[in-house]
């Protein structure tokens, strides 16, 4: 069945640095691909929709490029702030219509 | 402005208790969900309900079941909680693969 794996479940790095949050997922299906974000005590809100192979959503500095050939959809943002400590979740939608999620990876970013 | 309400925010509930967990969104979308969510576990999808009395189990259905009697409202059903249920339950509702969740009920179970 269709899957999404998120290897780091915490991701610790310094105000400024890169960002780069593993995706990589499984499906017999074209799938749509999302990046989700979620602040303490919130609900997820999206981040990122995928589109068609290579092409690059972006929002709030982060994007995101859907590799069909590796199955990949990782995040990456080039200057990390403060304010994007939270939980982010990888996900992915078939052709159920079900949005399934990776584990999650923590993000923290110190000063 | 599109939303997916949940009520309680906050619920205790002993063992054994029945607790109904209401999801109401005022979308018109068809199709609906309930997660719980754990520490290291992520989301995981209980029920997907795709329209009025057309509901199918997700990945961990087992101790809760659902009801849809009108597209604006999903319900999830503990009939007799238990303590491994304590979790954080968001529902959502989806159109066009454009998903908007609810903010969340905290459910303990003593």
């Known amino acids: 069945g269709d899957s999404v794996t998120q290897t780091e479940g915490l991701v610790t790095l310094t105000e400024g640095l890169p960002v780069m949050l593993n995706c990589t997922y499984q499906?017999?299906?074209?799938?749509?691909l999302f990046w989700y974000v979620q602040h303490l005590n919130e609900a997820p809100k999206l981040l990122l929709k995928s589109f068609t192979d290579n092409k690059r959503p972006e929002h709030q500095g982060f994007h995101a490029t859907l590799h069909k050939s590796s199955s990949s959809f990782h995040l990456q943002k080039s200057s990390a702030q403060l304010s994007d400590s939270a939980l982010y979740y990888c996900a992915l939608t078939g052709n159920t219509g079900k949005l399934i999620f990776g584990l999650g990876t923590t993000l923290q970013v110190q000063p | 402005d599109m939303k997916v309400t949940q009520m309680p925010r906050y619920l205790i509930k002993r063992m054994g208790e029945n607790v109904l967990l209401e999801c109401g969104q005022d979308m018109s979308h068809e199709t609906m969900y309930w997660y719980r969510q754990d520490p290291g576990l992520g989301l995981q999808l209980i029920y997907i309900s795709y329209d009025v009395d057309s509901n199918s189990e997700g990945d961990i259905p087992k101790g809760y079941r659902v009801s849809r009697k009108k597209r604006e409202h999903f319900s999830l059903i503990l009939d007799s909680a238990k303590t491994n249920q304590t979790s954080v339950y968001f529902c959502a509702s989806s159109a066009n693969s454009d998903y908007t969740f609810g903010s969340g009920t905290r459910l303990l179970v003593i």
């Open positions: 499906s017999t299906y074209s799938p749509f």
